[in-house]
């Protein structure tokens, strides 16, 4: 894995605002689906590369939580 990706390289803070900018595309995504799924001539192409591109911020997203939020078992 190299260093752009590495969490473990990364401070909270970076984490923090990757976790925030990360949210805000992936609900930017689903608007956009969203928006192209109403209309009757939407890609289809354009479709799936945009839910791909959301699944896989999501699970960035979960990364970044789990390193940020780690379940501690009492």
């Known amino acids: 894995m190299?260093?752009?990706?590495?969490?473990?390289m990364k401070t909270e803070d970076v984490l923090r605002t990757e976790l925030d900018y990360f949210k805000r595309e992936h609900s930017d995504l689903d608007a956009a689906i969203r928006a192209l799924q109403e209309r009757a001539t939407g890609?289809?192409?354009?479709?799936?590369?945009?839910?791909k591109k959301k699944l896989l911020l999501k699970d960035r997203i979960?990364?970044?939580?789990?390193?940020l939020f780690p379940d501690i078992i009492a």
């Open 2 to 8: 190299n260093a752009h990706n590495d969490l473990s």
């Open 43 to 51: 890609d289809a192409l354009t479709l799936q590369r945009l839910k």
């Open 62 to 67: 979960a990364r970044i939580e789990d390193r």
